[in-house]
Antibody, heavy 116, light 113 residues
Framework: QVQLQQWGAGLLKPSETLSLTCNVF????????WSWVRQPPGKGLEWIGE???????KYSPSLESRVTISGDTSKNQFSLKLSSVTAADTAVYYCARHLGRTFDIWGLGTMVTVSS | DIVMTQTPLSSPVTLGQPASISCRSS???????????LNWLQQRPGQPPRLLIYEISQRFSGVPDRFSGSGAGTNFTLKISRVEAEDVGVYYCMQGTHFPLYTFGQGTKLEIK
């Protein structure tokens, strides 16, 4: 059964760059779209962006200027970078696999806190 | 942006009784290809979201048949025929029609009376 294992720094200072990686375990990165979604504490879900295994990306317009999603087929991984973070970026960040226009497999989430 | 509005925001339900959650979109979710990309996800406490229903009414693999989805255009409903204890959590509707921005409802908290 496919699992998404994610990791990255959990505590950042304002203006730093958030960096997270998602590993596709017992499955293949190829052939799918993959997304990042975040959830501020006690709040709802926000889509950040997606990557196709071939490298094509699309981002949420509200975050586009600060987001980069990249993939590595050889490592079966994809990554998220979010620059110039502020307290408003504090959230649980999830990686997820696409099933058409939704997400069928999710990582367990990584809590990222931005604090000086 | 497409705004997804769920009602109610909180739903206390007795075990074994039905529950219903509504979701309304600010624009029609019918895609130019004829499909309607309205999905429902469940998030149990402390867990990541889990896909329940996609494209209005398609139950995802492993989802109990007490969960069903219906609707069209801008109005959609998730129904649980008989609520069980494991159904406690927050339910989100989500649209995938108006890309490139997937948007979610604000969530409905299902709790047991």
């Amino acid at each position: 059964q496919v699992q998404l294992q994610q990791w990255g720094a959990g505590l950042l200072k304002p203006s730093e760059t958030l960096s997270l990686t998602c590993n596709v375990f017992r499955g293949s990165f190829s052939g799918y779209y993959w997304s990042w979604v975040r959830q501020p504490p006690g709040k709802g879900l926000e889509w950040i962006g997606e990557i196709h295994y071939s490298g094509g990306t699309k981002y949420s317009p509200s975050l586009e200027s600060r987001v980069t999603i990249s993939g590595d087929t050889s490592k079966n991984q994809f990554s998220l970078k979010l620059s110039s973070v502020t307290a408003a970026d504090t959230a649980v960040y999830y990686c997820a696999r696409h099933l058409g226009r939704t997400f069928d497999i999710w990582g367990l989430g990584t809590m990222v806190t931005v604090s000086s | 942006d497409i705004v997804m509005t769920q009602t109610p925001l909180s739903s206390p339900v007795t075990l074994g009784q039905p529950a219903s959650i509504s979701c309304r979109s600010s624009q029609s979710l019918v895609h130019s290809n004829g499909n309607t990309y309205l999905n429902w996800l469940q998030q149990r406490p402390g867990q990541p979201p889990r896909l329940l229903i996609y494209e209005i009414s398609q139950r995802f693999s492993g989802v109990p048949d007490r969960f069903s989805g219906s609707g069209a255009g801008t109005n959609f409903t998730l129904k649980i025929s008989r609520v069980e204890a494991e159904d406690v959590g927050v339910y989100y509707c989500m649209q995938g029609t108006h890309f490139p921005l997937y948007t979610f409802g604000q969530g409905t908290k299902l709790e047991i009376k």
